[in-house]
């Protein structure tokens, strides 16, 4: 095996945000990095030794891309899963393994496997065609959501009764039942090769009722402590039971009776753990470095409070972007401003992300809803 | 005035770990970034906008480099300065100032304005030539130092008696009184335009007395709260005196009477603040930017102890360079590597630094002499 620093050549499908902070991290190493984006002016085009702009759903392009490498990882599940295939046959690492990648992208399989794991998740039922949903008897409401290519809340659809069947996704689906959460959360793993494997500490997502949209995320969860631990160890089941090398963000839901339920798998580094470079003994960025290249975990014990807000696009506009208020923010200590490197805005569009460090929890929050109200972009 | 994240063009001159580690802080604001250096192996060589290769004391090299940006700042002293007052006058902002640069680079007018200004420092005498010398009545043992050009212990010479006078440098010089320092210190400034002004908490060069080297480096110091607070207004004067925009380095003795004297400054990131990036509220780095694009200064208290150990090439082994035992150092939580992107290691070549963070000052200690003993660059 070559040595991680500088003579292995790493691959990254996708050239996004993950993959700019990956490569921030990875620097430190020496990191040898290639980056696959269909974006020529994706966020890591200028961080890397060679930036490749190409589809990452085309598999010949995925497969030419991984020869010129000794390892692959993702920043986005959306990847040719069969070109990783071969290329794992032919003797290139991809980690997170092909095989886990595939199951993650269908939603199907993912509920699948949490079945038969008895891996704690909402009740579902796999729908093929729309003609099937209207014949399933899955009690209203609930949520249909694409087997395949959801992204970002696209591809959920609420059918709250009869009436809504017509405006329904006729593309394969699943259904699950509505989840009345009292919060949502998350917990991020690491396994590497060894087997060594290591939670991060649970994180909250404050929602704003009014938005209904996550504001912020905090770390680290004053959920008692029973949650914590049962969240965490349902973390490491998923990851030990996957085989997984590499991350995996876990989104559960926190229901009103106090039961964990998973939502969502993603195998690479996850918004929910942007918190971790600031505010965790090591972030999640380098856990994924370590965990690839089988090197010992890190401690990820929460050094501070830590708040994430992310930094979207505001509503209204669009154009080369302007972050209004950056100044005001920086004025106040223990604000870490992480902007993306998009040039153009959109409304919505995640832009960066700011993490706010504070010993005192509710001065943290405080901070962070100045900086929510303060920077805004515009262009 | 372009904004800082994006429009606005900032050249570094040198493309060393220092503007390495500086890139990956500007990473964070989309900070459009050109770099000059000679080698093409440099280590920003991979991380910028445009990375262009030649001469930094050559007046029309940088000339034309200074040219094509907006703002020019420094990783290293030794550029051609006449070239900066050019640009300056042409409308380029240069921070630090060139005026700044030019007294830096050349020990005696540094020391003149030491004196000038009652800025604490060892007595000393400027010599232009060997006879000048000989003749000068300064008292045995002193310190000879060449006025331009010296860097890492290059261009220092010892004079212990008579004897060694035919030993001495020819060349401009001054000699300095040889002070049997207590401690080497160092606290680090940073001003922006706006005339804000924050030190950095002082920090201590732990010396090995066996190998006459500086080991480590230890942040916080446990000297008397009334050195800290001397050190640091000592630090403060000169920001304030040179009216400097950007960071300075005040490297400084404490000598057996306890009295600071000022040895050295250096006008930007430097060796004794990079434990600043995993140790304190801000890094050295992101001070260095709010400075330059007079940004509000950010908060630089302690997060905790931290120990800086430069990570030298090993003597006897030239060549690509490997990092044995770096999977050992990796294994004890709190530890934090930076390597330099240095593909070619040699004897005492600076590959990189590892900063260990940990709430109990001796166990820091412990785990920084641990980390010297395993951490070996050979070939």
Redesign the interface.
């Known amino acids: 095996m070559k ?1 991680f ?2 003579d292995l050549r790493l691959g990254i499908l996708g050239g996004g945000q993950l993959g ?1 902070m990956l490569i ?1 991290q990875a ?4 990191v040898t990095i290639k980056v696959l984006d269909p974006d020529r002016e994706a966020p890591c085009r ?4 060679e930036f490749i702009v190409g589809s990452l759903s085309d598999y010949e392009t995925v497969y030419n891309f991984g020869k010129k490498v000794d390892m692959l990882t993702i920043e986005i599940e959306k990847v040719n899963v069969d070109a990783l295939e071969q290329l794992e046959k032919e003797g290139v690492v991809v980690y997170p393994q092909s095989r886990i990648i595939r199951l993650i992208q269908d939603k199907g399989l993912q509920k699948q496997f949490f079945k038969e794991n008895e891996i704690p998740t909402a009740e579902f039922q796999i729908i093929s065609s729309a003609q099937q949903l209207k014949e399933s008897q899955f009690p209203f409401p609930y949520i249909q959501k694409l087997r395949r290519d959801g992204y970002d809340g696209k591809g959920v659809y609420k059918v709250l009764d009869e009436s809504y069947l017509a405006g329904a996704f006729t593309e394969p689906s699943l259904v699950e039942r509505m989840i009345d959460f009292e919060k949502e959360i998350a917990v991020i793993v690491a396994r590497n090769e060894n087997g060594e494997v290591k939670t991060f500490p649970l994180v909250e997502m404050e929602f704003n009722p009014q938005a209904n949209l996550v504001e912020f995320l905090i770390s680290p969860s004053t959920l008692p402590f029973e949650v914590q631990q049962e969240a965490e160890s349902i973390a490491k089941k998923i990851a030990e039971t996957l085989n997984i090398v590499g991350l995996l963000a876990v989104e559960m839901f926190l229901d009103k009776n106090g039961q964990i339920l998973v939502n969502e798998l993603a195998p690479r580094p996850h918004n929910s753990g942007h918190q971790s470079i600031e505010g965790n ?1 090591v972030s999640q960025f380098e856990q994924h470095l ?1 965990a690839i290249f089988n ?2 975990l ?2 990820t ?1 929460c ?2 409070n830590a708040i994430m807000v992310n930094v979207l696009g505001e509503a209204g506009y669009e154009g ?4 209004q208020g ?2 005001k923010i ?2 106040c ?2 604000v ?6 998009k ?1 153009l805005t959109k409304p919505f569009r995640k832009m960066g992300h700011v993490t706010i ?1 504070d010993n005192d929890r509710e001065k943290a929050i405080e901070k962070a809803r100045y900086v929510q109200e303060t920077l805004k972009v515009i262009a």
């Open positions: 040595a620093y500088g700019r921030q620097i430190n190493y020496n200028r961080l890397c030794n003994v370590r090197q010992p890190g401690e014990a050094l501070s080369p972007a302007v972050y950056i100044e920086l004025k200590a223990g870490y401003v992480h902007l993306y490197g040039a460090i």
